[in-house]
């Protein structure tokens, strides 16, 4: 008789206040932290784990961010990195709101735009715009479409 595999847990500590934002793609949390311009010389206080055991995926990455509410333009900019993460904003310890991340329809100010004649790629004062069609990022400007890598392509 073989003895039942001892249980894992994830210790990653608590925070008081701040935004937890799990269940990342494995291997993109780095990814998310240059979204939210997070560098070792930022004074965020923040916790990361990847390639912890998830439940519903293989894999995961979980990122916590003391001190920090994230913004609605930082969220849409998670959700094309990171599809399936949940946002969870903490206060005194508890999770006072959670929600799931969705890729807008219309992406303003999230993406450059690959095509170098672009109107948003001159000194023109004139913010990126992209509407999103199943997996591709079609600009309005000049329809150039980025069908791949999109976090490649995030401001």
């Given at each position: 008789?073989?003895?039942?595999?001892?249980?894992?847990?994830?210790?990653?500590?608590?925070?008081?206040?701040?935004?937890?934002?799990?269940?990342?793609?494995a291997?993109?949390?780095?990814?998310?932290?240059r979204?939210?311009?997070?560098t070792?010389?930022?004074?965020?206080r923040?916790?990361?784990?990847?390639?912890?055991?998830?439940?519903?995926?293989?894999?995961?990455?979980?990122?916590?961010?003391?001190?920090?509410?994230?913004?609605?333009?930082?969220?849409?900019?998670?959700?094309?990195?990171a599809?399936?993460?949940?946002i969870?904003?903490?206060?005194?310890?508890r999770?006072?709101?959670?929600?799931?991340?969705?890729?807008?329809?219309?992406?303003?100010?999230?993406?450059?735009?690959?095509?170098?004649?672009?109107?948003?790629?001159?000194?023109?004062?004139?913010?990126?715009?992209?509407?999103?069609?199943?997996?591709?990022?079609?600009?309005?400007?000049c329809?150039?479409?980025?069908?791949?890598?999109?976090?490649?392509?995030?401001?």
């Amino acid at each position: 008789m073989t003895e039942p595999e001892p249980k894992r847990t994830l210790v990653i500590s608590t925070i008081e206040n701040g935004t937890v934002i799990d269940h990342i793609r494995a291997g993109e949390a780095l990814t998310v932290l240059r979204i939210l311009g997070i560098t070792g010389s930022t004074r965020e206080r923040v916790s990361v784990a990847t390639n912890v055991t998830s439940k519903a995926h293989e894999r995961k990455d979980v990122v916590k961010i003391e001190k920090r509410e994230l913004k609605a333009n930082e969220v849409d900019r998670i959700a094309l990195v990171a599809p399936n993460a949940t946002i969870n904003i903490i206060r005194d310890f508890r999770v006072i709101e959670k929600k799931g991340v969705i890729i807008p329809p219309i992406l303003l100010g999230v993406l450059k735009c690959p095509n170098p004649c672009c109107i948003t790629n001159t000194n023109e004062p004139v913010e990126s715009r992209f509407e999103m069609h199943m997996e591709k990022a079609v600009c309005s400007y000049c329809d150039a479409v980025i069908s791949s890598d999109l976090p490649s392509h995030i401001i």
